[in-house]
């Protein structure tokens, strides 16, 4: 089992940043692969950005690349998502997950068993 409990989402300007936060309990969490996922009103949940226990990283969609950067400590059990230069198309509900996905499939959300309870980004224009 792990448990996910996510904080640092909020209301910025265009061009601002914010940091998520994804703190990871449970005894299997420093092996999972932890990640974000996004859903924005009216479309559909995508994947945003992921990282495994060993440090390798994926992004996507291809808008994020650049300004959004995942990390975890060294304990593995804590996610972050430093986003830059936010737009306003990034604003939704940012939900952080773990599980234990084959490479290659880190973007489908279908391989995550374990989910935050979702933190609202709003970017203003």
């Known amino acids: 089992q792990v448990q996910l409990v996510e904080s640092g989402g909020g209301l910025v300007q265009a061009g601002g940043s914010l940091r998520l936060s994804c703190a990871a309990s449970g005894r299997l969490a420093s092996n999972a692969v932890l990640g974000w996922f996004r859903q924005a009103p009216g479309k559909e949940r995508e994947a945003v950005a992921t990282?495994?226990?060993?440090?390798?990283?994926?992004y996507s969609p291809d808008s994020v690349k650049g300004r959004f950067t995942i990390s975890r400590d060294k304990a593995k059990i804590t996610a972050y998502l430093q986003m830059d230069s936010l737009k306003p198309e990034d604003t939704g509900v940012y939900y952080c997950?773990?599980?234990?996905?084959?490479?290659?499939?880190?973007?489908?959300?279908?391989?995550?068993?374990?989910w935050g309870q979702g933190t609202q980004v709003t970017v203003s224009s």
């Open positions: 990282i495994r226990p060993s440090g390798a990283v994926t």
């Open positions: 997950v773990a599980g234990f996905v084959g490479l290659g499939y880190e973007e489908r959300a279908s391989g995550y068993a374990y």
